[in-house]
Every structure is written in C-alpha cells, then in structure tokens.
C-alpha cells in the first residue's frame, strides 16, 4: 500500500508569501524521501531530497524538514511566485530507484 | 543534453486494443521504470527494467509488459485495453549506481481509451 501521503490537496497562497506542504509517511524504516513538481503537461520535477540521517535541507528557495518522531516531512517555499503554481508530491526512494508518490498538493498562488 | 524523451505524446486507442509506449532515457543512464498516473493522481510504479531485465514490479496485472533494449531504451506494451488504463504513462532513468540520484522523469505519454 501507498507509503508516503499528503495532508491537503489544494493549497492556496498569496504572491509573495511563504508555502508550506505537508507530508506524512508511515514505514519508519524508510531513509530518502524526494520533493517532485509537476506542472500541467510536464513529468514530475525534482526539487530537493533529503536522507533520514538529516533533520533539514535546503536549496534555492526550498526547504526540506524532516520529522522522525512523527514521519513527517514538509517543503518550505520561501516568497512564492507565480511559476511555483504547480502539484507537489512528496515521494520516497524505497531502493533500487522504486520511487513511490503520495497523491500531491496543487499549489494556487493568488495575486 | 537530451533527457527523457517519450513517444508518442498522446495515443487514442479502443478498449481491447493493444498499445506499445516507447522511452529513451537520459543520456549515461542504464536503469528505466515506468508509471501510470491516472488523473488527479499521483504516478504508480508499473515496473522497472536494468540490464534488459525486468527488476522490479508494482501492483499491475500481467497485460501489462515490458522490454529494454541494449541501447538502454525501453517499451512499455498494455494488452487487451481497459477503459481504466486510460492515463498518463511516464517514464524515468537513472543511473543505477548512484542509488536514486538523478532520478529523470520524461513529459509522459497521454493513453486514451475509448
């Protein structure tokens, strides 16, 4: 069954502000989750990963958490814009490249 | 630098037809798997395929196949089509030594079934 879920389906936020997606998984053995965006006629997009033996990571805009405790994870987007409109997965890497997705976010951004 | 390239982009077929998907993987990578993400969905694993065999496997009956070849590319084939299996079929590369690094997805091919 499906391990990695989220908690929204649609989010919306305004122009300028910072996003934040949520995502829960359920095996804690689990040990490398990936941030994907798929825009509308496109394949998923990786944004950032993050193994477990890390709490956070960041990249260009875009922050990974990564609870343990709990088996949660989120992507921070920091002043969003318009280009970031899009569906988020959050996904995990269960070896040898078996990557599987939870159902998505779609990101509104208002004006 | 080429990436994922699929073929065709979209495809009409009827219910109890058979369809070949095809995939050319990112240039230096080896391993290609397949999904199917019906709409409003996240993508399911079908299966993967490294060294012309296939490795891995999801949750998918056996009308679903597949081949790669020894330039790396690959072929998805669906027999005996269901109306369900209308989707957007993806394919992804990589380069199975660096353990999920560089993990490529291509644009997908649209598959409808009427």
């Known amino acids: 069954g499906e391990s990695v879920g989220l908690h929204l389906p649609t989010l919306s936020v305004q122009e300028g502000d910072n996003s934040i997606i949520n995502c829960a998984y359920s095996?804690?053995?689990?040990?490398?989750f990936i941030w994907y965006k798929q825009e509308s006629g496109k394949g998923p997009q990786f944004i950032i990963d993050?193994?477990?033996?890390?709490d956070k990571r960041q990249g260009q805009r875009v922050t990974v958490l990564l609870n343990k405790t709990v088996k949660h994870l989120s992507l921070q987007i920091a002043a969003t814009q318009p280009g970031d409109s899009a569906v988020y997965f959050c996904?995990?890497?269960?070896?040898?490249?078996?990557?599987?997705f939870g159902k998505g976010t779609r990101l509104h951004i208002l004006p | 630098d080429a990436g994922v390239t699929q073929s065709p982009t979209h495809l009409i077929k009827t219910r109890g037809q058979q369809v070949t998907l095809r995939c050319s993987p990112k240039?230096?990578?080896?391993?290609v798997s397949w999904y199917q993400q019906a709409l409003g969905q996240g993508p399911q694993f079908i299966f993967q395929?490294?060294?012309?065999?296939?490795?891995q496997r999801g949750n998918f009956p056996d009308r679903f196949s597949g081949h790669q070849f020894p330039n790396y590319s690959s072929e998805l084939n669906v027999n005996a089509l269901l109306l369900g299996d209308s989707a957007l079929y993806l394919c992804?590369?990589?380069?199975?030594?660096?353990?999920?690094?560089?993990?490529?997805f291509g644009s997908g091919t649209r598959l409808t079934v009427v």
């Open positions: 395929y490294y060294e012309e065999e296939e490795r």
């Open positions: 240039s230096g990578h080896d391993t």
């Open positions: 993050i193994r477990s033996n890390m």
């Open positions: 095996n804690s053995a689990s040990d490398y």
């Open positions: 996904a995990e890497n269960q070896g040898d490249d078996k990557i599987i």
């Open positions: 992804a590369s990589s380069l199975r030594s660096l353990g999920g690094y560089g993990y490529t």
